[in-house]
């Protein structure tokens, strides 16, 4: 579990991500055995993983619910318990194949915190779709993306008025490296990037690297 001792986590060992290219691309002829190295089953859906471990699903819901101004569990299950940060929920979209949407209710949201690390984006993941402009707990089944606005800032600090410069911006708000169209983004509106460096020149908003994502 790495370093940190979570499961799930960037510093994690060999586990497969959800996403990764490695799921059932294995050579499922040449297996010989019926576990792998973690003691679970070696083939899933009929087709091995390339890699030590199998990936296997965790029973996360196929919908995560996000919302600034929940006060529940946080843990993205309802609107009453809806995570308050994006980046809460599109961690669990990566590392989960179960999670297929993430509804987003109106509201800003950051990619990082104040002060944070100008690099920090929403990173788009392959087969989740994030869709912004719901009510939240108040009508959990009302969507619409100009009267409820959802805002993806780049502006960390908040200071966009007084700070014409954005010198303090994310470089990019959202990022789409190597995904395809099934990770999609519908209903923000996106603002306050700030491509302004040598290694991020490029997408102040949107930022799609050898990728096709449904906007």
């Keep these: 579990d790495g370093k940190d001792n979570i499961a799930g986590t960037e510093d994690d060992d060999l586990r497969l991500l959800a996403n990764s290219p490695c799921i059932d691309t294995g050579d499922t002829e040449a297996v010989s055995v019926e576990v792998d190295y973690a003691g679970n089953a070696r083939i899933v859906n009929g ?126 708000v959202v990022t789409a490296y190597g995904v395809d169209g099934s990770a999609a983004l519908r209903g923000f509106t996106i603002a306050g990037g700030n491509a302004n460096d040598s290694r991020h020149n490029a997408g102040g908003g949107l930022c799609i690297i050898m990728g096709s994502p449904t906007i």
């Design 47 to 172: 087709e091995v993983d390339r890699g030590a471990l199998e990936f296997h699903s965790s029973g996360v819901s196929s919908i995560l619910y996000v919302d600034g101004r929940a006060c529940g569990a946080n843990d993205g299950s309802n609107w009453e318990n809806a995570f308050t940060d994006l980046q809460d929920a599109l961690r669990v979209g990566a590392i989960h194949a179960d999670v297929k949407e993430i509804r987003v209710a109106v509201g800003a949201y950051r990619p990082a915190g104040p002060g944070g690390p100008r690099d920090a984006s929403f990173q788009m993941v392959k087969g989740v779709a994030v869709s912004g402009g719901w009510v939240g707990a108040q009508d959990p089944d009302a969507r619409d993306a100009e009267k409820y606005e959802t805002f993806l800032s780049g502006d960390l600090d908040g200071n966009d008025a007084e700070d014409p410069d954005r010198l303090d911006n994310s470089y990019n």
